[in-house]
């Protein structure tokens, strides 16, 4: 029995040792592969530079986005149109959810009920308008040809009175020359007959003149009540069409249809493929994609290294995955220090470092963007200080 637990004593030994072993094997090749060349050394010494090392990571120009539904409602994914590796463009379709018929439904019923709603009401308001035309043009009739009708009457009436002022006058005439037995009763008496049916023609000319002026102010006060009653009805057609209604129903349809769409926020390639037809979307997303034309490598330099650091200054990247050494420019040095989330395999390296995140864009190489979230090593060229 302790000759047993002698030997797994030793095995354990042994795994730890060659577990050990390994990693500082790896870490001795990682700070290798961190220091640059004999060449570039002494290159670096003879132009009095100094180098800022760091652990980092690749990721594209705007970092690697996230594409989801946007949709608080349960759906499912129904089609994808894109594959791992596919190069979209600002606004191109990526993928469809199973809400897309239902919606595109939905979009085409309110549009049909709105077009059925216009027609009715283009119809009901040419009917309208021409009730409205046809009652403005009986106005305006009445307000040109009453006066006319006024003034024939009343040319009318002044004939009458002047025939029975004439009339009167004929009769006293021939009453007079009866006296001196220069007319007869016959002539009095045709001349009596004259005047009454003078008197009772202005009479009825009088009436005649009373009954127009009154007839014209009625046809004149129900010309402008169906004008009003015309003009209402074409607001109550607008009022009772529901037009308007009906178009914020269709630009409501339209919204929720496009959320059943999912199109890229920007142009880029597409890098994982998270969600599946047929899968639930929620919170996970459906698709990460990211800019790999232009790709950064973020270092996360110590906090007590970053006064050295400035944009505009050169950097070389590298890593045992990459077959040469990467270059770029510093664009940005941030001012947030954090924990830094690159960890290098040493168990014994300090994993509560506190760094600060510079971003440095890579010059155009085929490897990088094959490589998104790859672990590098990162040295910073810059000048070095005077000596004092």
């Known amino acids: 029995m302790k000759r047993v637990t002698l030997l797994i004593l030793g095995a354990v030994v042994c795994l730890a040792a060659g577990m050990l072993l390994q990693w500082r094997l790896h870490a001795s090749l990682m700070e290798a592969s961190a220091k640059p060349s004999g060449l570039e050394r002494t290159a670096a010494l003879d132009a009095g530079t100094y180098t800022v090392a760091a652990l980092g990571r690749l990721e594209p120009e705007g970092e690697v986005t996230d594409i989801g539904a946007g949709s608080g409602t349960p759906d499912r994914l129904e089609r994808l149109l894109v594959a791992e590796g596919s190069h979209v463009e600002a606004g191109q379709e990526l993928a469809y959810l199973e809400s897309y018929g239902p919606r595109v439904a939905e979009r085409d019923y309110v549009a049909a009920q709105l077009a059925e709603a216009k027609a009715r009401f283009a119809s009901e308001s040419s009917y309208w308008e021409a009730q409205i035309e046809e009652a403005k043009i009986a106005v305006d009739s009445l307000d040109r040809l009453q006066p006319l009708d006024l003034d024939a009457q009343k040319s009318t009436l002044r004939l009458r009175e002047v025939e029975f002022t004439h009339a009167e006058r004929e009769l006293k005439r021939f009453t007079d020359l009866k006296q001196s037995d220069a007319s007869t009763q016959q002539e009095i008496d045709q001349q009596t007959l004259l005047l009454h049916r003078s008197r009772e023609g202005l009479n009825t000319v009088r009436l005649l003149l009373q009954r127009l002026k ?62 599946f037809p047929g899968e639930a979307v929620g919170a996970k997303p459906i698709l990460r994609m990211g800019r790999t034309d232009a790709m950064m490598a973020v270092a996360e330099v110590y906090y007590t290294d970053i006064h050295r650091v400035k944009p505009g200054q050169k950097a070389i990247v590298t890593s045992p995955a990459l077959p040469n050494s990467l270059t770029g420019t510093v664009t940005q040095v941030g001012s947030l220090i954090a924990k830094n989330d ?47």
Not at 214 to 221: F, G, M, P, R, Y
Not at 235 to 250: F, I, Y
Not at 371 to 378: A, F, I, S
Request: proline residues 6%; positive net charge; charged residues 25%.
């Open 214 to 275: 009154t007839s014209q102010q009625l046809d004149l006060s129900r010309a402008k009540t169906q004008l009003a009653a015309a003009q209402a009805a074409l607001a109550r057609a607008r009022d009772v069409q529901p037009v308007e209604s009906l178009t914020k129903n269709l630009r409501l349809a339209e919204e929720r249809l496009k959320l059943s769409i999912i199109r890229s926020p920007c142009a880029g390639e597409v890098l994982k493929i998270r969600t």
């Open 342 to 388: 690159v960890l290098g395999i040493d168990p014994t390296a300090d994993v509560d470092a506190r760094v600060i995140e510079v971003r440095i864009r890579l010059d155009p190489n085929p490897f990088a963007p094959r490589l998104v979230h790859l672990q590098v090593n990162v040295q910073i060229l810059g000048e070095a200080e005077p000596t004092r």
